[in-house]
């Protein structure tokens, strides 16, 4: 099984950026769907950003116009980039990727998480 590394969280002011990072831990052959979830306490996870390789991203809407994903198809990473951060991000932050792995048989897809990452808006 491969797992996912989560880096970038933390504390930060209002208004201001964090960038998110996500990477296999191992050797992949494709990153096939891209996306960022987060869970407040108390809450339901809920998607953040999504995206498919070749395809537009879609946001949710809490977060369109100023979180952006994008990936790395070199180093086979994804990025969450959040500007213009506000309290109600709050929340742990997962990544979540489909990917695609060579295997004794050919090649296999599954779906990872993260382990999650704290992002802290406050002042």
């Known amino acids: 099984q491969v797992h996912l590394v989560e880096s970038g969280g933390g504390l930060v002011q209002p208004g201001g950026s964090l960038r998110l990072s996500c990477a296999p831990s191992?050797?992949?052959?494709?990153?096939?769907?891209y996306g960022w979830y987060r869970q407040a306490p108390g809450q339901q996870r809920e998607l953040v950003a999504i995206a498919a390789y070749g395809g537009a991203a879609d946001y949710g809407d809490s977060v369109k116009g100023r979180f952006t994903i994008s990936r790395d198809n070199a180093k086979n990473m994804v990025f969450l980039q959040m500007n213009s951060l506000k309290p109600e991000d709050t929340a742990v932050y997962y990544c979540?990727?489909?990917?695609?792995?060579?295997?004794?048989?050919?090649?296999?897809?599954?779906?990872?998480w993260g382990q999650g990452t704290q992002v802290t808006v406050s002042s």
């Open positions: 979540n990727l489909e990917i695609k792995v060579r295997t004794d048989w050919g090649t296999s897809s599954f779906s990872s």
């Open positions: 191992e050797s992949i052959l494709a990153i096939n769907v």
